[in-house]
């Protein structure tokens, strides 16, 4: 008798599976004020690769409104300036922006706090 056929079904689930948690995953990365944007994004930013290597197709411009999307009402002028500019960015461009509103936010508090 010939060998079985491999079964493939077991595989399929087990990427089916790792999909799933990495998009909870990245639907659970909601940013806290306070907390280092550069990680935020970084972190995000690996999930989607993972979902990249498991066959999924994400395409950037998708990958930056999630990141967008799951800013803090903080970062709410910002998410108005960039969506009022056509822009042709990557994630790690994003990422730049983000680290400098991040600093300008941080002197703006702390001016703030001084008087």
């Known amino acids: 008798l010939p060998p079985p056929p491999p079964v493939t079904l077991l595989k399929s689930c087990i ?7 990495t998009t909870q995953a990245i639907l659970a990365c909601k940013h806290q004020d306070g907390k280092s ?3 935020h994004v970084l972190k995000m930013k690996s999930h989607i690769e993972r ?3 498991l066959g999924v197709v994400f ?3 998708l990958a930056i409104d999630l990141v967008l ?4 009402e903080s970062y709410s002028q910002f998410i108005k300036d960039y969506c009022m500019r056509v822009h042709d ?6 990422t730049y922006m983000l680290i400098a ?10 001016q703030a706090n001084f008087f």
């Open 89 to 94: 960015v990557t994630l790690i461009d994003l």
């Open 59 to 61: 395409p950037s411009e």
């Open 69 to 72: 999307v799951l800013l803090p």
């Open 37 to 39: 944007i550069c990680a």
């Open 101 to 110: 509103i991040d600093v300008e936010m941080l002197k703006s508090t702390s």
């Open 51 to 53: 979902l990249g290597m």
């Open 15 to 21: 990427f089916q599976v790792e999909k799933y948690e």
